[in-house]
């Protein structure tokens, strides 16, 4: 859970635990009565009930994007850059990930997917470092930091996820932050004037040539953090899900082919 959160929750159940007064001698069952527990609810939508019960525990922030969870019962939220899941009533906050027994692979809703997708579809195409083969089957947009070694081992393997018939997209995350050395020299590689040459050379520990201009990392960082990124590399299907980090170019390949109901064919593409 993000510091922020995190802080507000303790604060919030600190300041709770201060203002109760000492529990009465009433019978137990007295206490959890449902229509008070369904109370929020009962105002308004359950996406109102939840952003209420969130107001009151952070003040002057508000979620990025509230919608129905995979489940029911629960809405799920991205807030400060954490998927979160909230009862439809504003009680009850989970921050675990769901896993569709049924499906074999983590959950996610259509709702939150379509936010994700959203969201990186409004980045140019000129602001990615693209490797695409000529006629790609699916392309994969990839939050990539030059210092971290799965980011490294994915992109020796490019031509590989190509041969598969994977576009690869980056955008830039420097996982160290905007005050980094790390984002310095990514912002050098974004504004080279050859940007796959310079992320190659980057990749493979070669020192970053430094270069100035406006260039578009800090704005890729602050949108992966919306949509939940916390780690390098963050890989995105074209439908939004989070295909997870690093994936060997065959095993991304029958992913991205279980997502689409396809039959995945040994080799490459088809």
């Not at 007295?30 to 009930?49: F, H, L």
């Not at 080279?192 to 050379?201: E, F, G, I, P, V």
């Amino acid at each position: 859970m993000s510091r922020f959160l995190a802080a507000a929750l303790l604060g919030a159940v600190s300041l709770s635990a201060c203002a109760q007064p000492a529990p009465p001698a009433a019978p137990a069952a007295a206490a959890p009565k449902a229509p008070a527990a369904n109370a929020p609810a009962a105002a308004g939508s359950p996406e109102e009930a939840v952003r209420a019960a969130l107001a009151q525990i952070a003040a002057g922030t508000q979620a990025d994007y509230v919608g129905a969870a995979p489940f029911a019962g629960f809405r799920e939220v991205l807030f400060d850059g954490q998927v979160l899941y909230v009862s439809d009533d504003g009680r009850y906050l989970m921050q675990a990930q769901p896993f569709d027994l049924q499906a074999r692979q983590p959950a996610a809703s259509p709702g939150l997917m379509a936010f994700r997708r959203g969201e990186i579809a409004k980045v140019p195409e000129n602001e990615r470092i693209v490797f695409s083969p000529p006629n790609p089957k699916y392309t994969v947009s990839v939050f990539t930091d030059i210092e971290c070694g799965y980011c490294r081992r994915m992109h020796q393997e490019i031509a590989e996820y190509n041969r598969q018939g994977i576009a690869v997209e980056y955008l830039a995350f420097p996982r160290m932050g905007l005050a980094s050395d790390d984002f310095r020299d990514m912002v050098s590689v974004w504004c080279s004037a050859d940007r796959k040459q310079a992320l190659t050379q980057a990749k493979s520990g070669t020192r970053v040539q430094k270069k100035e201009c406006t260039s578009p990392v800090a704005m890729h960082y602050t949108l992966g953090q919306r949509i939940g990124v916390s780690g390098t590399p963050a890989v995105f299907a074209p439908d939004g899900t989070q295909l997870g980090g690093y994936m060997p170019p065959a095993q991304m390949r029958a992913a991205l082919d279980r997502l689409s109901g396809e039959t995945s064919t040994a080799g490459g593409s088809r």
